[in-house]
């Protein structure tokens, strides 16, 4: 029965849809129970609904383990898709309802800093060019993909392999910053002497020690330095922002801050720089290649991220 199935090419004509709804309910909460809830109706009928979709397809979409379920193989390649599918069919029917059909709604994810320090303008700008495409955008402290899923993301993170098309912006380059203020205080001072006597000021990434850049840093130029003490925040803006109001000693993205090194609101009082690791990534689903807004926002974003940095690059040499 399974292999006629397969052999049989699965048609819109008879797409099982109460069937992926169920499969999305339980897939997103893996929970039987938590499943039916979400969708009104008996956790019965709602395993029967994954047990037809199961057979149609001839594959097992989950993992049924004592006391827990997980996606198989197959269940996850299958769940974002059909979550994205009726994703877009909620928007679209929303905005026929409305009146309002007259653009895409793009879902896009950035981080914090990134998105204040650097995207709002180009935002501002795409919006400007391509009317036609509405921007829904969200942010998040986290390393790496966010936990809801998007159209596409920005995401900070060192590279990585997963299933995703993924477009690298920029790697990461750091190196220590401070005021004007501090900057003079510290004047004549080693490298070691002005971090031992400075307040430290970290920046938080998710499942990581507090200290890990600043550690990673010492260790890289060799600097008998306790970079536990200090100030922590959970955006590089806020740390570097608090550097700049005279509080400490962050290390922070050159490239990012760019402007306000060049505007001399920020001092790099050494020339030691280190690339971290860490890097910007445009990530999106590998299905989606094809859909043109999805196409046209990439497209976009590469070209006005190389400029951005390009231009990053040669202000810092002019200094």
């Known amino acids: 029965?399974?292999?006629?199935?397969?052999?049989?090419?699965?048609?819109?004509?008879?797409?099982?849809?109460?069937?992926l709804r169920a499969f999305d309910a339980v897939g997103q909460n893996l929970s039987f129970t938590a499943g039916a809830q979400a969708l009104h109706v008996s956790q019965s009928a709602l395993s029967r609904h994954v047990i037809s979709l199961e057979d149609l397809l001839g594959r097992q979409l989950l993992d049924r383990r004592p006391h827990r379920l997980a996606l198989t193989e197959a269940g996850a390649a299958l769940l974002p898709v059909v979550r994205k599918s009726f994703d877009r069919l909620e928007q679209a029917l929303n905005a026929v309802r409305?009146?309002?059909?007259?653009?895409?709604?793009?879902?896009?994810?950035?981080?914090?800093?990134?998105?204040?320090?650097?995207?709002?303008p180009m935002l501002r700008d795409f919006r400007r060019e391509f009317p036609d495409v509405l921007l829904d955008v969200s942010s998040s402290h986290v390393t790496g993909l966010p936990r809801e899923d998007l159209d596409v993301a920005i995401v900070y993170d060192r590279p990585s392999v997963d299933d995703r098309v993924?477009?690298?912006?920029?790697?990461?380059?750091?190196?220590?910053?401070?005021s004007p203020e501090v900057a003079e205080q510290i004047q004549g001072q080693s490298?070691?002497?002005?971090?031992?006597?400075s307040e430290l000021l970290h920046?938080?990434?998710?499942s990581e020690p507090r200290g890990l850049l600043w550690g990673m840093f010492v260790r890289q130029f060799g600097l008998e330095v306790d970079t536990d003490r200090g100030l922590a925040f959970d955006t590089a803006i806020s740390a570097v922002q608090y550097a700049m109001s005279g509080g400490g000693?962050?290390?922070a993205d050159i490239d990012m801050f760019a402007q306000e090194i060049a505007d001399g609101k920020?001092?790099?009082p050494f020339e030691a720089m280190m690339e971290d690791g860490y890097g910007y990534y445009l990530k999106f689903h590998a299905e989606d290649l094809g859909d043109p807004a999805i196409s046209l926002f990439r497209s976009?974003?590469?070209?006005?991220?190389?400029?951005?940095?390009?231009?990053a690059v040669s202000e810092m040499l002019d200094i």
């Open 166 to 178: 993924t477009d690298l912006l920029w790697m990461v380059r750091v190196s220590p910053v401070c």
């Open 203 to 206: 920046v938080k990434l998710e």
């Open 266 to 268: 920020l001092v790099r």
């Open 1 to 19: 029965m399974a292999s006629e199935t397969k052999s049989t090419p699965i048609n819109r004509r008879w797409l099982p849809l109460n069937a």
């Open 300 to 311: 976009w974003v590469l070209g006005r991220f190389a400029a951005a940095t390009g231009r």
């Open 249 to 251: 000693v962050a290390l």
């Open 191 to 197: 490298l070691t002497e002005a971090l031992k006597t």
């Open 98 to 120: 409305s009146g309002d059909t007259g653009g895409r709604t793009l879902r896009v994810h950035m981080p914090p800093s990134l998105l204040q320090q650097m995207a709002l």
